[in-house]
Nanobody, 126 residues
Framework: QLAQSGGGLVQSGGSLRLSCAAS????????MSWFRQAPGKEREALSG????????AYTDSAKGRFTVSWDDAKKTVSLHLNALRPEDTAIYYC?????????????????????WGQGTQVTVSS
């Protein structure tokens, strides 16, 4: 399972860190990714990291402002959100897929993901 923490309310321009701890499955060759869904919008992929190779990928929505990282000792993937904007307001989800690459193709295909976190709310005020 994936247990998320972090998130909350922040002013525009601020930063947050989201965390997602994995347990209960063997973490070999998994790619851990982050998605978000704003009210009335489709789920959107943001970023992913392969935990064996540390290969990362970012979509345009995340590139330059968000950073994904993996802590192998804690079995936790984090997403650092910087320079937040009101349009970043959404529920953020982590997910795990048993795939060997973190590329734009793999991080944007949600059907590949076997495990999902419970979601955490991020609200950015203007």
């Amino acid at each position: 399972q994936l247990a998320q923490s972090g998130g909350g309310l922040v002013q525009s321009g601020g930063s947050l860190r989201l965390s997602c701890a994995a347990s209960g499955f063997i973490l070999d060759y998994y790619t851990m990714s982050w998605f978000r869904q704003a009210p009335g919008k489709e789920r959107e992929a943001l970023s992913g990291i392969n935990i064996m190779t540390n290969e990362t990928a970012y979509t345009d929505s995340a590139k330059g402002r968000f950073t994904v990282s993996w802590d192998d000792a804690k079995k936790t993937v984090s997403l650092h959100l910087n320079a937040l904007r009101p349009e970043d307001t959404a529920i953020y989800y982590c997910a795990a897929a048993h795939i060997t690459r973190a590329t734009i193709e793999t991080i944007t295909k949600s059907s590949l993901y076997d495990y999902w976190g419970q979601g955490t709310q991020v609200t950015v005020s203007s």
